[in-house]
């Protein structure tokens, strides 16, 4: 099979589960499309949004477009970690002998969709720290591998803050994204109310495997990046940081913390993802402007005046990548003069 | 890994900078050689025929040094890679295979990508990659040009010597013909020369020097040379000073001959004699009058009228002869005569080669005429009383006039200063200023900050506050602390 046919069968694959995403989602073609670089980059995905715009729908599609095993766990804040990874139970065996057994919890699973991840306690939320980082869950000193490929869909909503615990700092950087789920537009309303309120079943079809998520891993991990745009990343990332010298003068203004080095890897990786999604074999600069927000909002810690300002951080990063991109080209597009 | 598609794609884009950094290297040039032709067309004075050709030779020399500078300056590989991606739109396809085709890390997609990007690059349209870059310089290069067209068709500038201006009159002259004065100068120097040694003493000064009227010195007195003005009609000769040196300068160096420039030598010497009569009658009758200080005053008075060739000497004689005689009336009279006169010889001096200016003198002159008779002393003659210095008509000791009452009519009016503060914890340091800043605050802060901040501790405990604000929360309260 030539690179270019393997190309060509990402794209497909890809371009198919969007497809058939969209027979339920209507709109919000650019959440999916995230959803799925996120999976694909091997990351996990964070949607916020009010209630009632589909966020968990999409993702119980996602997984109905996927021959992988689906768990869902409600959030709320009398979970415990138990709940979530699973414990050791005392079961009887046939001949009458007493032992603990490991129960898994939904955590093993290849898709779990954590809904209303901040209902929970800290300590809840972060019995999903180990496996989201390192693929794997430490129960009674045992270390218990998840199966892969394992991805992990969080939902929060961002308007109740009563009987909420905000994630971490350290929770938020395990997500590779944070996708904003916005109000569909009228026309998409009308699609919505047609498909829903009408007697018709939609079918989604199953089209990829978990072993093709995995290969097609291996494939993203190949995609050349040349040093300007890998620059360029690093760039951005270090212009999130207010203490930065060539910082702008925004995130010297409102922003506490930076991205850390995960916000680069989540930025390239997503790049590529996307890259190759276009057909394209080499990330290039839009790439980046393309995945900043997505993979630096979460990561970019407002200071007291920034959330006192209300800063939109989406458009804080959007000035710290125009930014970054001056700095970056700085002296190497001036060999004309 | 062969990519001759790409190469050509390369050299054609590094062609379009080579030739875009030739126009623009060779304007700069242009520019700053037409600036140095201009400064040689100046010079078309000294520089005769050869200003043209040299100004000419500047300019193409400038413009063609850019040029070669511009074509053999070179373009990097992935610069050009990165023209040509953004020239047609490759999305970084050309930089990336460029850098990825010969590593030794290539993944099997770079294949993929070269080849994509050749069979793109067969497809391109011819188009200008690199843009053409005008540099400043070159817009202003039409201003050098059409000045030296200008200059190269004008006359020559006439240019300054170099030489500083000669002010004197003419110094063969001066040398030839000594000065009018110079004759005081030379007097001046002998007698120097022999009290070298002897310090001046404070009568010689006081009275000796202010023979206004005779414009001689008296030895070792340094003052009048200060107060000589004679000088201040003639031209400056500041060659002659430069070749022989200021007399007045030497003299500086003999330190303790320096006049007593604390006494007040601008008082003449019928001030001086006045205020003694003064002091010496103070309303009593002249037969109240002590006859040994009378006859001191005399003989003074006869003392210099012989040294300084006045006229009074015989009524100062004849007020010590009625002394001798028991005649107090008549010294006192006699007296008074000779003040009379030392005031007409002063009054003489002063309209000459006085000081002061010619409005001043004889209004003081006139003044003294009036009031002469009045009894008021000197001081009083020269200004009237509320007039003088002190601007206005009043007799207010302040020049600027009393204060304005705006602060006392605006209680309220204060302002706050602030400062950014710098560091971590975000905030302004602000002052009070005005009246209100030196007030003591009614709230005792530090007193129940501690209160509040337990207050705040519990409802964080008591309350869910979210998680982010907690910390905020506490670093207000520890920035409050620092303060």
Redesign the interface.
């Given at each position: 099979m030539t690179q270019e046919s393997r190309v060509r069968d990402f794209v497909t694959a890809f371009e198919g589960l969007r497809a058939e995403v969209e027979k339920v989602i209507v709109g919000h073609r650019d959440i999916i499309n995230h959803v799925l670089i996120g999976m694909f980059a091997g990351g996990h995905v964070l949607l916020e949004g009010v209630p009632g715009l589909g966020k968990t729908l999409l993702i119980k599609t996602l997984a109905e477009g996927l021959e992988l095993s689906f768990s869902r766990i409600q959030f709320t804040p009398d979970l415990m970690p138990a709940d979530i990874i699973g414990t050791n139970i005392i079961v009887e065996d046939p001949d009458g002998r007493k032992h603990f057994q490991f129960q898994p919890g939904p955590v093993f699973g290849h898709i779990l969709l954590a809904d209303e991840i901040n209902r929970a306690t800290p300590k809840t939320q972060s019995a999903l720290l180990e496996g989201m980082q390192e693929a794997a869950i430490t129960v009674g000193g045992i270390s218990r591998p998840l199966p892969a490929p394992f991805f992990v869909l969080a939902t929060q909503n961002p308007i109740e803050m009563e009987g909420t615990y905000p994630l971490p700092e350290a929770q938020l950087d395990r997500f590779l994204f944070k996708l904003r789920v916005r109000y569909p537009a009228i026309e998409e309303l009308n699609t919505i109310i047609d498909r829903t309120t009408q007697a018709r079943t939609v079918n989604v079809d199953r089209v990829m495997t978990g072993a093709n998520v995995l290969g097609f891993r291996e494939l993203i991990r190949e995609v050349p990046i040349a040093s300007h745009v890998r620059d360029l990343a690093s760039t951005i990332i270090m212009a999130t940081h207010p203490a930065w010298q060539h910082a702008p003068e925004a995130a010297r203004r409102f922003v506490r913390y930076g991205a850390s080095p995960r916000g680069a890897q989540a930025l390239v990786l997503g790049a590529k993802v996307r890259a190759l999604a276009e057909g394209r074999f080499n990330v290039s600069v839009e790439d980046l402007r393309a995945l900043a927000a997505p993979a630096l909002r979460h990561r970019v810690i407002l200071n007291f005046e920034g959330e006192a300002e209300g800063i939109d951080i989406d458009t804080l990063v959007g000035q710290i990548v125009q930014s970054a991109e001056g700095v970056a080209v700085q002296g190497k597009e001036a060999f004309l003069r | 890994m062969s990519t001759p598609s790409l190469d050509a794609l390369i050299a054609r884009v590094a062609g379009q900078?080579r030739r875009?950094?030739a126009e623009?290297y060779a304007l700069r040039g242009a520019f700053w050689s037409s600036i140095a032709a201009v400064v040689a067309l100046l010079f078309k004075t000294p520089l005769g025929g050869w200003a043209l050709p040299l100004a000419i030779g500047l300019f193409v020399a400038g413009t063609l040094g850019g040029l070669l500078w511009g074509i053999l300056k070179r373009?990097?590989s992935?610069?050009a890679a990165?023209l040509a991606d953004r020239a047609w739109g490759l999305?970084?396809?050309v930089?990336?295979?460029i850098?990825?085709a010969d590593r030794p890390d290539?993944?099997?997609?770079?294949?993929?990508?070269v080849?994509?990007v050749i069979s793109r690059i067969d497809k391109l349209e011819p188009r200008v990659a690199?843009r053409r870059?005008i540099?400043r310089d070159g817009r202003l290069l039409p201003i050098p040009l059409a000045l030296a067209v200008v200059l190269a068709l004008a006359p020559p500038v006439p240019l300054p010597s170099g030489r500083l201006p000669n002010f004197s009159s003419d110094s063969e002259e001066a040398a030839a013909e000594p000065r009018a004065d110079s004759s005081m100068m030379e007097d001046r120097k002998t007698p120097q020369a022999k009290d070298r040694l002897k310090p001046p003493s404070f009568e010689e000064r006081d009275f000796a020097s202010k023979m206004g009227g005779t414009g001689a010195a008296m030895s070792g007195d340094l003052s009048a040379i200060f107060k000589d003005t004679a000088l201040s009609s003639q031209r400056p000769d500041f060659q002659s000073f430069l070749k022989k040196g200021d007399e007045r300068l030497k003299l500086l160096e003999q330190a303790d001959r320096l006049p007593d420039l604390q006494s007040d030598f601008t008082t003449s010497q019928y001030k001086m004699m006045f205020r003694k009569s003064k002091a010496l009658s103070g309303g009593l009758k002249p037969d109240q009058i002590s006859p040994q200080k009378l006859r001191e005053l005399l003989e003074e008075m006869e003392r210099l009228g012989r040294k300084g060739g006045g006229n009074w000497t015989g009524d100062a004689a004849e007020g010590m002869e009625a002394m001798e005689g028991g005649q107090p009336d008549r010294a006192m009279e006699a007296m008074q005569r000779a003040l009379e006169k030392m005031r007409a010889q002063d009054e003489a001096g002063r309209s000459g080669k006085g000081l002061k200016g010619g409005r001043e003198s004889s209004r003081s002159g006139n003044n003294r005429d009036r009031r002469g008779g009045e009894g008021g002393g000197p001081e009083d003659q020269d200004f009237g009383e509320g007039e003088g210095l002190l601007p206005g008509k009043g007799r207010s000791g302040s020049p600027k006039g009393e204060a304005t009452q705006r602060l006392r009519s605006t209680p309220y009016d204060v302002g706050v200063e602030g400062e950014s503060r710098r560091g971590r914890k975000?905030g302004f340091d602000t002052n009070l200023t005005g009246r209100g800043g030196a007030a003591a605050s009614r709230l005792q802060y530090l007193g129940v900050i501690g209160q509040y901040r337990k207050m705040m501790e519990d409802a964080i405990t008591r309350e869910?506050v979210?998680?982010?604000f907690n910390s905020?929360i506490k670093?207000y309260f520890q920035a409050l602390d620092e303060r």
């Open positions: - | 900078v875009r950094r623009h373009t990097p992935p610069d990165r999305e970084d396809r930089a990336t295979a850098e990825w290539r993944t099997p997609l770079v294949e993929a990508l080849n994509d690199a870059v540099p975000d869910s979210p998680r982010d905020q670093d």
